[in-house]
């Protein structure tokens, strides 16, 4: 079962602001945000994570709302090296990551 | 930085081998997991590892064992190889239980088995 659901593609310019939204509306008291990215062929990169507070750290900032239902991955300046899939992920509680399809993000020149 | 290493990024195998897919990570962590990534069906858990000789299984362990000797090593053993054991294996570990600690994936290994 799905627990959070994100749109399958954007796109975004280079040097813009590149905005990724998620939703969790099931997410639970104790569970976390967490967004990975993976480069075609890679493994998994971390990027960040929150529980309710909004989180900022070099690579990426994160919103989460004050229902924690939804949040979304903002990356400032987006450069053509941010194309890839990015996967939003709600932790539960035996350390289980769950991957779903993720939103393919291009960003072009 | 945490560091996650895999022995091959790249391995093609005949079906009935056995096949040993070996990750080193160099941060002491305890957690240590195995998925398998297939186009359409996400990451899928197969086997993890919570300490030192512990393993429990994940969602498909069918057709899989793993190995936990030391810490920082942790193996993923194909006793069979089978052709729809063909897919991108990626190793991962993280510091402890627990709903708020991150995993650090390694390279992966994408295994053909023909």
């Known amino acids: 079962d799905a627990k959070t659901t994100q749109p399958t593609s954007m796109d975004c310019a280079e040097g813009r602001a590149a905005n990724l939204p998620c939703n969790h509306s099931t997410i639970s008291g104790n569970e976390y945000v967490y967004w990975y990215r993976q480069i075609h062929s890679q493994g998994p990169q971390y990027i960040i994570h929150?529980?309710?507070n909004n989180e900022t750290n070099e690579m990426a900032s994160l919103i989460i709302t004050e229902d924690r239902k939804s949040s979304t991955l903002i990356l400032p300046h987006a450069t053509l090296r941010d194309t890839a899939v990015y996967y939003c992920?709600?932790?539960?509680?035996?350390?289980?990551?769950?991957f779903g399809a993720g939103t393919r993000l291009t960003v072009k020149p | 930085d945490v560091k996650v290493t895999q022995s091959s990024r790249y391995l093609v195998k005949r079906t009935g081998e056995k096949v040993f897919l070996e990750c080193v990570q160099d941060m002491d962590h305890e957690n240590m997991f195995w998925y398998r990534q297939d186009p359409g069906l996400g990451l899928r858990l197969i086997y993890f590892s919570y300490d030192v000789k512990m393993k429990e299984k994940g969602d498909i362990p069918e057709g899989y064992s793993v190995s936990r000797e030391k810490k920082e090593r942790f193996s993923l053993i194909l006793e069979s190889a089978s052709t729809n054991q063909t897919s991108m294996y990626l190793c991962a570990s993280s510091p402890n239980t627990g709903a708020g600690e991150t995993q650090y994936f390694g390279p992966g290994t994408r295994l053909l088995v023909l």
């Open positions: 992920i709600v932790k539960d509680l035996y350390n289980d990551m769950r």
């Open positions: 929150g529980l309710k």
